[in-house]
């Protein structure tokens, strides 16, 4: 099995940043692809982005230019810079992980994280 544990988050104002980390433990060798989730209140959860052991990564457009992902394959951790925050980016933000390329259906979730973004 694998196991996802995040830090960060936090509370911060509108035009800040912040920086989530998420650590992989266990069996690591299944994870392919790893990747953000976030959920908001009343919506449906939603992927952010993702990045592939081959450093491949995508951006949902609604974060395209302001976040950015890196992973470090030796510590199995991997890291999402955000910068410019909106209020519209609170939520709870997941770790997730595939043993795919293609960040679809997650076979691992971490336990979330909560971003809120005043103004």
């Known amino acids: 099995q694998v196991q996802l544990a995040e830090t960060g988050g936090g509370l911060v104002q509108a035009g800040g940043s912040l920086e989530l980390s998420c650590t992989a433990s266990?069996?690591?060798?299944?994870?392919?692809?790893m990747g953000w989730y976030r959920q908001a209140p009343g919506k449906q959860r939603e992927l952010v982005a993702s990045?592939?052991?081959?450093?491949?990564?995508n951006y949902a457009d609604f974060v395209r230019g302001r976040f950015t992902l890196s992973r470090d394959l030796a510590k199995n951790t991997m890291h999402l810079r955000m910068n410019g925050l909106k209020p519209e980016d609170t939520a709870v933000y997941y770790c997730?992980?595939?043993?795919?390329?293609?960040?679809?259906?997650?076979?691992?979730w971490g336990q979330g994280t909560q971003v809120t973004v005043f103004s």
């Open positions: 990045i592939a052991l081959d450093g491949d990564q």
């Open positions: 266990g069996n690591t060798f299944l994870i392919n692809t």
């Open positions: 997730a992980a595939v043993r795919t390329i293609e960040m679809l259906n997650p076979d691992y």
